[in-house]
């Protein structure tokens, strides 16, 4: 544990230093290509025709499946060099630029009908910012599907960390190679369930789902149950109340 909030790994152009690593490791990895895009599309359900914001939109995987589904898409990221392989994947079909999450976003307000924040909050200590601004880019009624690490991960591999506090945690990770230590914030359910119904939203859906049924045998984790499931990310679909 780090008593520290920020640390220099955590500045909005991160992962600019691994960015391609980090979109070759999750090309084809289970947690992203085979757990957290097909779960994020099934909650979405038919996007045909509807205006989507990415919030932190990596390389723009989701991208390009949401706009192989006719949606409209819009995006940014604060990496510079996420953006640069976004723009190498969707061509000039896409509008992306360079944001942080934290500030101010540069968008109209009730410009979208829906939005993905997808594995970008739990990089983020202060979530009424980001989430008053997803709100205020919305329709009224309009849909934002979240994606972070699933709260019961301290109690299950970090047991000294208090559940019900709101901490930050370094973390190791490899990508295709390269080394990446990342500050997760972990907060309880009923934090996040606060934050959400302050910034104006209502939850929706809950989804603890299994990977994909395509997802290759290889990649599955060992288990003695079901290798299909295991505690990950957990996946909300908010609705935007209307003001």
Request: hydrophobic share 45%; net charge negative; proline share 9%.
């Amino acid at each position: 544990m780090t008593s520290e909030p920020q640390t220099v790994e955590q500045q909005p152009d991160h992962y600019d230093a691994f960015a391609d690593a980090y979109a070759r490791a999750n090309e084809n990895g289970l947690f992203n290509r085979w757990y957290a895009r097909p779960a994020v599309l099934e909650l979405l359900g038919d996007v045909a025709g509807r205006r989507i914001l990415d919030a932190g939109c990596g390389s723009g995987p989701l991208l390009a499946d949401l706009k192989e589904r006719g949606a409209a898409v819009t995006a940014f990221d604060a990496s510079p060099a996420m953006i640069r392989l976004a723009r190498q994947r969707l061509g000039d079909e896409a509008d992306l630029e360079v944001a942080d999450l934290t500030q101010p976003l540069p968008y109209e307000t009730e410009a979208f009908d829906d939005a993905l924040v997808v594995l970008v909050l739990h990089y983020v200590e202060d979530w009424s910012l980001p989430l008053a601004e997803l709100h205020r880019v919305l329709k009224p009624g309009g849909r934002l599907v979240v994606v972070v690490n699933h709260p019961l991960i301290p109690p299950l591999m970090y047991p000294e960390v208090n559940y019900f506090a709101t901490v930050p945690n370094q973390e190791e990770y490899d990508f295709d190679g390269v080394s990446a230590t990342l500050t997760i914030w972990y907060r309880s359910l009923s934090a996040m369930a606060e934050s959400f119904t302050a910034a104006g939203f209502r939850i929706t859906a809950i989804s603890e789902p299994p990977v994909s049924p395509e997802t290759p045998p290889h990649l599955l984790p060992p288990s003695k149950s079901d290798p299909t499931r295991f505690i990950g990310f957990i996946f909300f679909a908010l609705e935007a109340a209307f003001s």
